[in-house]
């Protein structure tokens, strides 16, 4: 069977990606940081492997038999070395050690916000990355995309997909966590109803994955990782309606950068297998049941 090395298998992203994989029948070595998460990750028909991104010596160990690459974890967190050390030098590690082992293709989950934390107007895949961005997490996640590019320049065969706001009913930190936080912490202050965001159902990037891994056409591409967008008012805003919470529009002007979307169904042929619509009606429906 095809074996896929994938980190952050065990996050919301990487573990329905990571359950596609494994059903299409490939072999999956999830690369975890702690014994403890064998089990988990045995549960899942997947194989551990231990190592650390922020220390790359510890992946030599997962030489043997990989053909792919997913690159699914990121630091989001307070500490701000680890951000350069897991975004960007343990990606630029990681490929390097992925050319290393002739892998088959390496693809990269990214992320939309590499263009910056309030995104320009029009957004395509050619958008400046905003690699001085103050939210560290948006600069170092586009620096790692650079650094990435420096192993592709070498030889490796990379795919880079941009997520925009991925969401699902469950395992979704913007579905049903987000209905959980609306819930007992109200509208969330700083977002306004004509707020224009990127939207993908969390299965529909694991299709779009798969493509990436797959399609020939995917090669040395990024790909910005978008069903539609969508404005709050087309989203918060019935979940708010349906927990009773009101909605307060901050003092701000909306953001209404628009992304390009198209590009995956165009070259790879994508179609997407679960709608906006669809993946509203079960959140509302959350909101509205018992917690």
């Known amino acids: 069977m095809t074996t896929v090395l994938v980190t952050g298998a065990t996050g919301h992203v990487g573990y329905q990606l990571a359950t596609r994989l494994r059903n299409e029948g490939w072999t999956v070595r999830a690369l975890v940081r702690s014994p403890r998460q064998f089990d988990l990750v045995r549960g899942q028909g997947w194989e551990p492997v231990l190592g650390d991104l922020a220390h ?12 792919f690459v997913l690159h699914c974890a ?4 307070n500490d701000k070395m680890l951000y350069q050390r897991v975004n960007v030098d343990a990606t630029r590690a990681l490929a390097a ?3 290393q082992w002739k892998v088959r293709r390496f693809v990269h989950i990214s992320t939309i916000s590499v263009h910056g934390n ?3 107007r029009q957004v395509t895949e050619e958008s400046p990355l905003a690699t001085a961005d103050p939210e560290p997490y948006c600069s170092s996640k586009a620096l790692g995309e650079l650094a990435l590019a420096e192993i592709r320049a070498q030889g490796l065969e990379t795919v880079v997909i941009r997520p925009g ?4 009913v469950e395992r979704s930190q913007w579905g049903n966590e ?3 936080r609306i819930r007992t912490k109200g509208w969330l202050k700083d977002l306004h109803p004509d707020d ?6 969390t299965l529909n990037l694991a299709e779009m994955t798969w493509l990436a891994l797959n399609h020939p056409a995917a090669a040395n591409e990024t790909f910005l990782g978008v069903d539609r967008n969508v404005t709050m008012n087309e989203f918060f805003v019935p979940i708010a309606n349906a927990l009773g919470q009101p909605v307060v529009p901050p003092d701000r ?3 209404v950068s628009e992304c390009h979307v198209g590009k995956f169904a165009a070259l790879l042929g994508y179609k997407s297998t679960h709608s906006f619509e669809e993946c509203m009606d079960g959140l509302v429906a959350l909101a509205k049941g018992p917690h």
Not at 74 to 77: D, E, K, P, S
Not at 165 to 168: A, G, P, T
């Open 196 to 201: 224009v965001l990127p939207w993908v159902h």
């Open 97 to 99: 050690l992925a050319h």
């Open 118 to 120: 309030e995104l320009p």
């Open 74 to 77: 990121a630091y989001a967190g």
């Open 253 to 255: 002007a909306p953001q």
């Open 178 to 180: 987000m209905v959980e």
């Open 56 to 67: 790359p010596e510890s992946l030599q160990i997962v030489q043997a038999g990989v053909e």
């Open 165 to 168: 706001m991925i969401c699902n």
